[in-house]
């Protein structure tokens, strides 16, 4: 069974920082994409970050650009956000999320667009980032 669990979102005021962590356990294809989306109230899901299994494809949302960096642990099956200098629009639910390059993982890596809502995708449950003025 595949299970993909956050960690590190609480609160934290304007300019500081936070470390997201998602460790996608019993996931097994081997050539894939892992990332983050976020979503605020009222407002639409938005791609984050993503990264393929090398790292050789990395894509970042404008407006995050310069202030997060994504990483991951392949030994691990972890993937994490460094999120520095934060700004009160980034408050948000972020959601790991992983698929195969082969079924949604190319067009996650490459232009943030989600992959399927279902198996081989895995979505993670969420975790709050709350950033105050």
């Known amino acids: 069974q595949v299970q993909l669990v956050e960690s590190g979102g609480g609160s934290v005021q304007a300019g500081g920082s936070l470390r997201l962590s998602c460790a996608a356990s019993g996931y097994t294809y081997p050539n894939n994409c892992m990332g983050w989306f976020r979503q605020a109230p009222g407002k639409e899901r938005e791609g984050v970050a993503a990264t393929s299994i090398r790292g050789s494809t990395t894509s970042y949302a404008d407006s995050v650009k310069g202030r997060f960096t994504i990483s991951r642990d392949n030994a691990k099956n972890t993937v994490s956000l460094q999120m520095n200098s934060l700004k009160p629009e980034d408050t948000a639910i972020y959601y790991c999320?992983?698929?195969?390059?082969?079924?949604?993982?190319?067009?996650?890596?490459?232009?943030?667009?989600?992959?399927?809502?279902?198996?081989?995708?895995?979505w993670g449950q969420g975790t709050q980032v709350t950033v105050s003025s």
């Open positions: 999320a992983v698929a195969p390059v082969v079924l949604g993982g190319t067009k996650f890596c490459t232009s943030l667009l989600p992959p399927p809502a279902a198996p081989p995708a895995y």
